[in-house]
């Protein structure tokens, strides 16, 4: 159709070709503007929904929903190191958190659970903000988003920004993959400070956790009711398939999008399954090699970093010729410390252990 | 001008078709009136529909690594289409309310 | 070709769009969670599509990530007690 277009166009060769070119090159921009405006629009409903929705479970999977369009939009961003990110934490953690976290406050029987909000009892006055502070804070908050837009828009581009100064010394970095780069040798202390977040989150989750016994696995695994069929064939093509993935991505983050907490995601992802299926069982205390995986990650990373200090001039510097297996060693050992704690998270238990029948 | 040749025709063809499964799909989702039949029809739907679109994308794939990554992605999508189905249609037909909730 | 492929990604996620409305009128908790299964493959179909017509070939991982962790989702919503109303 677009070729017929392009071709009714020609009638002197030259400036038919041109035109025909540039036809196609403003359908494309305008099909590309309706693609981010419904993007954009859907977006801002969904989160419209989630946040206003009078029904938890439909803000639930408006939610999940929610994590999808935001993948499509970091790709429409080219980020696809951020849209693995959101595809793996969303379709594998969130969505099973926020159904688990909904198990727990609906409880068992369909009634409140023990768990439920707390409902004010009936001649209590409404805990709802009046209108006029709404209105009020809602003008202000729209005044400063403006303000900031304003100053944004004004802006003089600067001549060097971080990322073209990345970009100009990617080669001496040892990857090929300016984000990885960037992560794991321009701005490392940055990379370490995440994982240290990512470990006090699971320490402060562990002293307010309490219950180990809504993550697990539903009705169907009482002894009264079997399994679903088709449930174990299921984990026998995903785990390892979830194994591989996590390797590949690990790998590819050196020379395109991929990383260790992409993988990370991914290997979380396969502990939630496991739990979710009964496979995984909950454990008080985490063992040793639990331990030593939770920590291993910051350990080598810092030491390494030290070690820099000595052997490259500077801390978290790494020798010359050394950073391209420093990083991939660092990477590695970080994807099983960031997925470590992401699964004990969703389990809300100190460890795992393999469930024996 | 460029010509179309046949293997651009295919995968016009296959994209199109796989467009306009996904459509059924979506009013199938819509206009059916209890859950299975919903799940009848989007669950066959959209797999028809995701096939044929990568069938589609694999005639114009770059590689052959690209073409084996859109048919894995394929299958599993099969494979989780499979089982999810599954596993809601046995939940609803525990909780009874696709069948109850039917209109007359 | 990449005309094709930006006109169909707006397509599907037209079509995603108006499905959301099984999403908010239910009835049952099973209706959501089965349009929102059906997002999940049209959003691989747009991945995959958008890799094609960005030349962004990282996105069919994406898609990869979401269809091998389509069930995890499935799997966590089956374990909900039976009785429950679906608000």
Same mark, same amino acid.
């Given at each position: 159709m677009i070729r017929a277009l392009a071709d009714d166009a020609v009638s002197g060769a030259a400036t038919g070709a041109?035109?025909?070119?540039?036809? #196609?090159?403003?359908?494309? /921009?305008?099909?590309?503007? /309706?693609? #981010?405006? !419904? $993007?954009?629009?859907?977006?801002?409903?969904?989160?419209?929904?989630?946040?206003?929705g009078r029904q938890l479970f439909r803000s639930v999977v408006l939610f999940i929903i929610y994590g999808l369009l935001m993948a499509v939009a970091w790709a429409r961003l080219a980020a696809p190191d951020l849209a693995l990110a959101e595809a793996a934490i969303g379709a594998g953690?969130?969505?099973?958190?926020?159904?688990?976290?909904?198990? +727990? $406050?609906?409880? @068992? #029987?369909?009634?409140?659970?023990?768990?439920?909000?707390?409902?004010?009892?009936?001649?209590?006055p409404p805990m709802t903000v009046p209108r006029w502070a709404a209105l009020f804070a809602a003008a202000l908050a729209g005044l400063l988003v403006a303000g900031i837009g304003w100053?944004?828009?004004?802006?003089?581009?600067?001549?060097?920004?971080?990322? &073209?100064?990345?970009?100009?010394?990617?080669?001496?970095?040892?990857?090929?993959?300016?984000? @990885?780069?960037?992560? !794991?040798?321009?701005?490392s202390i940055d990379t370490i400070g995440e994982v240290v977040v990512l470990f006090v989150a699971f320490l402060a989750a562990r002293v307010v956790a309490q219950e180990l016994d809504h993550a697990g696995p539903g009705d169907w695994l009482r002894a009264s009711q079997r399994e679903p069929l088709l449930v174990g064939p299921l984990i026998a093509f995903i785990a390892p398939m979830a194994v591989l993935v996590t390797g590949y991505l690990l790998w590819a983050g050196g020379h395109q999008p991929g990383g260790?907490?992409?993988?990370? /995601?991914? !290997?979380?992802?396969?502990?939630?399954?496991?739990?979710?299926t009964g496979r995984l069982r909950p454990r008080l205390e985490p063992t040793l090699l639990e331990r030593s995986v939770l920590v291993g990650g910051v350990v080598l990373f810092s030491a390494i970093g030290l070690a820099g200090a000595g052997l490259a001039g500077a801390v978290l510097e790494y020798p010359p010729g050394w950073d391209y297996r420093l990083i991939l060693l660092?990477? @590695?050992?970080?994807?099983?410390?960031?997925?470590?704690?992401l699964a004990l998270l969703f389990s809300g238990s100190g460890g795992l252990r393999q469930e024996v029948r | 001008m460029e010509t179309?040749?046949?293997?651009?025709?295919?995968?016009?063809?296959? !994209?199109?078709?796989?467009?306009?499964?996904?459509?059924?799909?979506?009013?199938?989702? $819509? &206009?059916? +009136?209890?859950?299975?039949?919903?799940?009848?029809?989007?669950?066959?739907?959209?797999?028809?529909?995701l096939g044929c679109i990568a069938l589609g994308l694999m005639l114009q794939a770059e590689s052959g690594w690209a073409v084996a990554k859109i048919a894995l992605i394929w299958a599993l999508a099969q494979l989780a289409a499979t089982v999810s189905a599954h596993l809601i249609a046995r939940f609803s037909l525990r909780l009874g309310g696709g069948v109850r909730r039917m209109p007359p | 070709m990449t005309l094709l492929y930006t006109g169909l990604a707006v397509f599907l996620l037209l079509n995603l769009l108006v499905g959301l409305m099984r999403?908010?009128?239910?009835?049952?908790?099973? #209706?959501?969670?089965?349009?929102?299964?059906?997002?999940?493959?049209?959003?691989?179909?747009?991945?995959?599509?958008?890799?094609?017509a960005m030349?962004?070939?990282?996105? &069919?991982?994406?898609?990869?990530?979401?269809?091998?962790?389509?069930?995890?989702?499935?799997?966590?919503?089956?374990?909900?007690?039976?009785?429950?109303?679906g608000r």
């Open positions: 041109a035109t025909g070119a540039a036809t #196609d090159l403003e359908i494309a /921009a305008l099909l590309w503007w /309706a693609f #981010d405006g !419904l $993007l954009a629009l859907g977006l801002l409903g969904l989160a419209y929904q989630v946040v206003a953690l969130t969505g099973a958190l926020l159904l688990s976290a909904y198990r +727990n $406050l609906i409880g @068992t #029987d369909g009634e409140e659970g023990p768990h439920a909000p707390i409902t004010p009892p009936a001649g209590a100053v944004a828009v004004g802006l003089q581009p600067p001549e060097q920004t971080a990322g &073209r100064l990345a970009l100009e010394q990617l080669a001496e970095s040892g990857v090929e993959n300016p984000v @990885t780069a960037v992560l !794991l040798n321009f701005r260790a907490f992409q993988a990370g /995601a991914v !290997l979380a992802a396969l502990a939630v399954l496991l739990r979710l660092i990477e @590695t050992v970080l994807t099983l410390s960031i997925a470590l704690p | 179309i040749d046949l293997i651009d025709l295919v995968s016009i063809g296959l !994209l199109l078709l796989g467009a306009l499964f996904f459509l059924t799909g979506t009013v199938g989702l $819509l &206009r059916f +009136n209890n859950c299975f039949a919903r799940l009848h029809a989007l669950t066959k739907a959209d797999n028809v529909g | 999403v908010y009128f239910g009835p049952t908790a099973a #209706d959501r969670m089965l349009a929102a299964l059906l997002f999940g493959t049209t959003t691989v179909a747009v991945l995959l599509l958008l890799a094609e030349a962004l070939s990282a996105l &069919r991982d994406v898609a990869l990530l979401f269809t091998l962790l389509a069930a995890v989702v499935a799997l966590a919503f089956t374990r909900l007690p039976r009785r429950f109303k």
